[in-house]
């Protein structure tokens, strides 16, 4: 598509967020705490926990903070920031669940351009989010830049915020990662770099890949969030992640233009859905898949470009993976950092996005766990089926908390902020997932009721059979009583002698009718069985004996009854 006066982003902002699994610091604990053992390294640790508004001084509370928290709801207020004291003396709900941790030596990212060009983004935030009880972490990154042609914006929504290259272009003398930005660097306030990606370096990602059957990332990523380190590689740390889903992260995007109104139909798809940015060629997309993308990625409430009216300039797009705001630069409503929609989509809807990934996230964390614990499960190692059962239950009482504490259907009644809920939840997939996760959970359930109902009546069954056989050694003594044999008074070691001369013989029968407890029942529902005739029941009893599979002989029982 060309132009004559391509639109400007007056203002461009942008939030990365990556959620990422913990792995267990300490095997078997129920509640991994990630954050205290951030907090416990010293040496080379960036990272320092962030205290939020409430926890501060009452003079930092200011009436944004108060109406981002006014948009949720009570149980979304208590998850997002606990609850205090309702006097001096009264402890409250507790604190909240979340611990953010932030680091402040990165003060921009510069960027390699596909002309050759560098553009640097400032750094506002680069915060780590932990979930108590939950094995997930969100890296959360927030940029941002002024005046940017609408095709730079576009080839940052598609080319930034990959953890590692999907290809590389061939033909290319310099090995250049495709469909990634040419460097990533992060700079230091004092101009220096800090570190820089690695996208070119195609055979360290081909070597990790084949060696780890795991996915690389990229060095700057990975020197970001030390002294955390990727769980599938030789990096020594305590604190290691692995990731989740897809190598693009998830973003918010915040632009502002003059005239929100020119960008066209196919700026918006491109916008959304993170495409490649315009060369001049229509989308190949038919239209049906353009009706499909407004119905339900477009979220129209207050866009109506027919009135062309500043009140209804507001248009935002949600796909999931990728939501972006467009609106008009220099309204107050929405530019105005402190009571516009430019504060509430840094705070509210940032939080309402959180939440979202968040979910998905633990979802996606708790189905890893499933599979991996059926993955080492050894049908034939005691050691392994009692570990498999164990990991099996932990997850089951991991996900029926998170289910109570966690889980929400909704967020807030504020309109924009409820839709924008749904919106986020629907084209994530969530809803979707959780119903797989609870049916698998629920069959996991239902296999070790059965194995353990299975094991139990096996035990009364052998229990059973040994009673029958020792009721006969009880009445016989019972019977005859104590002095059985009658003669002089015995020493001390005749009457030991006589205690161990009984016990011995019967503790052996004891096990061996243990033994045969399977086949002795066997021989009992034949006895009992009157469609069976005597000669069967006679082979049933010489069966006892044979060393035949037990399957087997209930199937051959079953054969003989007429």
Known sequence: MSRTDPPVARHFRQILMWPLRLMPLRSGDQVQRHPQALAAITDG?????????????????????????????PHVQRFLYGQGRSSATQPGYGESPIRVFRRNDVAAVRLGCEDGSTLDLAVQHIDLYFFYDVDVVILAMEVHADDLPLARVQELLFRFGRAFPAK???????????????????????????????YGDRERYLRHAWEHRASCIGRHWAYLLQPMVLHHSEAVGDIRYRQLEYHRLPKMTFLSFDDPFALSREDFVRLGQATQPDDGHPLPYSEQVLDEFERTACYDRFWV????????????????????????????????????LLAEFRHQYFLIGLIAHFHRASLLMLMDRLVVAVSLLDADDVDSRRRFKRGIRQTMEIFLRFNHRYWFGEVSKQSMAKDLFDLWTRNLGNEALYNELRAEVLDMDNYLEADDSRRQNETL???????????????????????????????LAGKIGAVLVVTVPTLLLAFYTLKKSSALSEFFDAVSDDTLTRRQKFKSFLRIWRGRPTGRRRNDLRARKP
Request: glycine letters at 12%; proline letters at 6%.
């Open 45 to 73: 640790n960036p990272w320092r926990e962030q205290r939020d508004e409430f926890t501060g001084s009452p003079a930092d509370f200011h009436e944004r903070h108060y109406r981002e928290f006014v948009t949720f709801l």
């Open 168 to 198: 590389w272009s061939h033909g290319d003398t310099d090995g250049r990662a495709a469909q990634c930005m040419r460097t990533v660097q992060w700079v230091g306030h004092d101009g220096a770099v800090l570190a820089e990606s690695d």
């Open 305 to 340: 470009p027919a009135r062309r009216s500043d009140n209804a300039s507001t248009r935002v797009i949600c796909t999931g993976p990728s939501m972006v705001m467009v609106g008009k630069h220099g309204l107050a409503g929405y530019s105005d950092p402190q009571n516009g």
């Open 461 to 491: 069954l052998r229990l059973t059979v040994v009673t029958i056989f020792g009721l006969v050694g009880t009445i016989v003594t019972g019977f005859l009583g104590m002095n059985i044999f009658d003669g002089p008074p015995a020493t």
